[in-house]
């Protein structure tokens, strides 16, 4: 007897028979009852997919990319409107489009997955989805945590929640901790509220403590975990190219593809807690720096393979290095040939007010220039040389930002991952071109400034991209103009 488990849906089992058992099995039903499968969630759904009826408070699904995530969310809030009427359910994702366009209209979302009969009405305009039953629904964004005050359900969901923004708000509360309070009313006596989340697993705070917290039973939080290649409906181009996507990096690819939450890479120079103790939350503005300038890691292939690193670093030029601050702005990392990389260059140089670039000299230093001033003569281009492996340029970046020395600005997510996930000791590793364009900004302003980037040289007596607070940066060239 075979211990494999069995990760087919009903639907799936059905499809292996012979065609000719199917056919008998078909003859068996009538019209309605073949109708009523189209939207039989116990023949369409794989187990790993089926939320247990137990007593549980907080079920966490940690998934691959393509595991069905969003139908394991739509199938449960569309059996718990339709079990009892007047049921309240809030839904919060990551952004108000992915709560709209995903979890309510996607292909899989809240409004297709019911029967025309039961299915309910979604009202745009104030977030809100409505059953023919009384039951009905609240759209909320994790970006906006204010909107969660005040609101109480009885069934919660969130989507992708290792990706929510840990921005609080005005009150110092975040979306999670205002979510979870809401979910506060009991349907009945038997039943306690429940809160049902779905994500790609990431090794943030909220999931570290989220994984802790569900080893003592009594917090009754269970933690579920699917892969991508579970999802059979997935066409085998999409998998072997999401496979292909994270052959550099194994530790990646158990959490994107096999939905597994791992310890930190043994060795990396930067770790979790260093990121979130260097966050630097503010509203609409950024910080104000007497410097800005961009950072670029080529690649200089005309199909690449890589992505070419472009990132934004803010900071101060006070004479004695060891004082300095830099904070990365924005990440503006992409996969292209050098004639669109290149734009996007001098577009962050516009849009930040800049005009200085920072480059490798080594790696296609002379490409990186020429294709830059095709575009834009005035820039001015800085190179810094690589002496050292990548960790040994790395280590004091990563000092300086375990000192306070090194900020994050609000957040960004794909350098971040990189950031954890590069191990310094994996050869065969893909490079880090988000990281190595960081690098090269941050040690361009706190470690060995290029000759003209230096204070002496630089006349800062007005600041190259100061912007006031409250003002952002589209806004800044505007109060600059009336300013003149």
Request: charge should be positive; glycine fraction near 6%.
């Amino acid at each position: 007897m075979s211990d494999v488990k069995d990760t087919r849906s009903a639907a799936e089992k059905f499809a292996d028979l012979p065609k000719d058992k199917q056919r008998e099995i078909l003859s068996t039903k009538s019209p309605e009852q073949l109708q009523a499968l189209k939207y039989d969630w116990k023949f369409w759904g794989r187990p790993s997919q089926f939320v247990p009826n137990t007593d549980w408070h907080i079920l966490l699904a940690c998934a691959g990319r393509g595991f069905g995530k969003t139908r394991m969310l739509s199938e449960w809030v569309r059996e718990k409107a339709l079990a009892k009427p007047n049921t309240i359910i809030g839904i919060v994702a990551r952004t108000a489009a992915d709560a709209r366009d995903i979890i309510v209209l996607g292909e899989s979302g809240i409004m297709n997955v019911h029967a025309p009969h039961e299915r309910p009405i979604y009202k745009g305009s104030i977030r809100r989805i409505e059953w023919p039953n009384g039951s009905y629904a609240l759209l909320f964004s994790a970006d906006s945590p204010d909107q969660l005050r005040g609101f109480q359900c009885h069934y919660l969901v969130g989507d992708e929640v290792a990706a929510w923004p840990t921005k609080p708000d005005s009150s110092g509360a975040t979306a999670w901790s205002n979510a979870v309070v809401c979910a506060r009313l009991a349907i009945d006596k038997d039943h306690d509220p429940q809160i049902l989340l779905a994500t790609t697993p990431k090794r943030t705070a909220f999931m570290q403590e989220m994984i802790e917290n569900s080893k003592d039973p009594v917090n009754k939080i269970i933690v579920v975990s699917g892969a991508t290649t579970e999802n059979r409906s997935l066409s085998k181009g999409y998998v072997q190219n999401l496979k292909r996507s994270y052959a550099g990096n194994e530790a990646l690819a158990k959490q994107e593809i096999y939905g597994q939450m791992l310890d930190g890479v043994q060795g990396a120079v930067f770790t979790d807690e260093m990121i979130e103790n260097s966050r630097l939350w503010m509203q609409d503005f950024p910080p104000r720096t007497p410097i800005r300038l961009v950072a670029v890691d080529p690649t200089v292939s005309a199909e690449p393979t890589d992505e070419c690193g472009i990132v934004v670093i803010g900071g101060t030029l006070e004479r004695n290095y060891s004082k300095r601050r830099a904070v990365v702005l924005e990440d503006l990392s992409l996969k292209a040939a050098p004639e669109v990389w290149a734009q996007k260059v001098v577009d962050a140089c516009e849009k930040w007010e800049t005009k200085h670039v920072v480059i490798e000299r080594n790696q296609g230093g002379d490409l990186v220039r020429m294709s830059i001033h095709a575009i834009d003569p005035t820039l001015q281009i800085h190179t810094v040389v690589a002496t050292k492996g990548k960790a040994k340029r790395a280590e004091p970046i990563a000092i300086a930002m375990s000192q306070g020395r090194v900020k994050i600005w609000n957040e960004s997510p794909k350098l971040e991952q990189q950031l954890v996930f590069w191990d310094p000791n994996d050869d065969k590793a893909k490079s880090p071109d988000r990281m190595d364009a960081m690098v090269w900004g941050v040690h361009a302003v706190l470690v060995d400034p290029p000759y003209d980037l230096r204070s002496k040289r630089l006349d800062i007596s007005r600041p190259t991209v100061g912007i006031s607070p409250g003002i952002g940066v589209g806004k800044a060239r505007q109060h600059k103009r009336k300013r003149r």
